[in-house]
């Protein structure tokens, strides 16, 4: 295991850490396949409402190249196929059953139902077998607000994870790398850029520790369960815990023990109101909102539920704002931060800083302002500000000198949550690799 340390970043103190305790939902009955969350992936879809299906078994196929597939997370039944706009495929809904496959090891290819799990940078998409990797990464610690523990989630597979590491190995090197620093420490970005930057022309493979995990079981037993730890927490979960769970899950099982009621305090000592809450598949800082009986996504492995920002404060950014987080010292907050790290705040007992998070953004969108702060969480040998410019005005040519073929839009999660010009960075980088990724393809 190699081991890089990060000092540029930001750990935002998000309260509703997961207590260490698994609870076992592999029960759960309905699992969702979702096309959207793979980038790049146009699916042609490949059965119907009523088929009965094995997990493992594809149920839609990419256009572009049919030797990469989405499958089935578990045997069952196909319950729905939900359509959006122009009939772009969002979901496939599969009801589970118990019905017996008898597996044999297996090696790991591009025919293999786990090969989705394996991601390719640039861009983000499935792994293009036809490529040939300088390299794969697999980050041994997530540095998110409320990710899991990883070690904590990876312990009891340790066989099947070494297994993983070895079928891998036959395409690339393989990096096990555990970050030291503030988020995004952990991120496969910035350990790509810190270990082996990414030029044009060139490509690394990247792998979720615990799908790592199961591509070996795949390798040694034949079984396809795409099994993960998810922590399910934030400042709106009634009791943070990990949970045990196949990709895809139905949330409703656990949004109905999570959601808090009327009663249930907040931070600061208030009540709320049920119905008030936001569930988010993934960081809460670049995840996508789901509904609380929607489905986990496929790459995800952590559910936040935070507090709506519907209720504005009195005379907003003109009160001191002492539970209020603030990067840049707007509020009396952000002294507080700087008495914390002097050690001043010992001397006031136990008392420590506690913060209203919610999805108020605390102002509207605003024209581009320059404050030089984005380089403070950026660590990237890169030039952030510069590089959003360039994807603003779509210059593709500057978008390269910048280094744009090393991010993905998780790597400026940090720059969108403390841009006072409430920017929509992160959409801003991926409609920007999403041009270039079409160019390459064309």
Sequence with gaps: METIKITKGLDIPLDGNAERFIVDMRGIERYAVKPPDVVGFTPRLL????????????????????????????????????RGEKRKLLEVVVCRNNQNIQNTP?????????????????????????????????????????????????KGREHEFEAGIQALSAFAEVHCVKAEGPHPAGNIGTIVAKLDPINKGEYVWCVNAQDVANIGRWCL????????????????????????????????????????D????????????????????????????????????????????????DKYDF????????????????????FMVIMGKMGLMDLMGDLKPSYNFNTNMHGSVRPFLFTGSFEKVFPFDIYPLQLIKACIVGDVELQEKLGIYEVEPEDFALCEFIDPSKTEIQTIIREALEVLRKEAIA
């Design 262 to 309: 009327a009663s249930y305090p907040r931070l600061s000592g208030e009540t709320r109101a049920s119905g008030e809450t936001r569930i988010i598949s993934g960081s809460p800082l670049s995840g996508s909102t789901i509904a609380a009986d929607g489905f986990l996504g496929m790459y995800d492995q952590q559910v936040c539920f935070i507090e709506e920002g």
């Design 106 to 154: 297996s090696t790991l290819t591009a025919e293999a139902p786990v090969w989705w799990m394996i991601k390719e940078r640039p861009f983000g998409t499935i792994a293009n077998p036809d490529h040939t990797p300088k390299g794969i990464y697999v980050s041994m610690r997530d540095t998110n607000p409320l990710a899991p523990d990883l070690e904590f989630a990876l």
């Design 47 to 82: 059965v119907a409402e009523g088929d009965t299906v094995s997990a493992g078994q594809p149920l839609v196929q990419d256009k572009r190249d049919e030797r990469l597939f989405l499958p089935s997370p578990v045997s069952g039944t196909v319950e729905a196929v939900v």
């Design 221 to 260: 037993t034949g079984e396809y369960r795409p099994e993960r730890v998810i922590a399910v927490g934030g400042p709106a979960a009634k009791a943070p815990k990990y949970y045990r769970m196949i990709c895809g899950a139905c949330m409703k099982r656990i949004s109905e023990v999570q959601v808090m």
């Design 315 to 334: 005379m907003g950014w003109l009160m001191p704002g002492v539970k209020k987080f603030s990067f840049s010292k707007t509020f009396l907050s952000g």
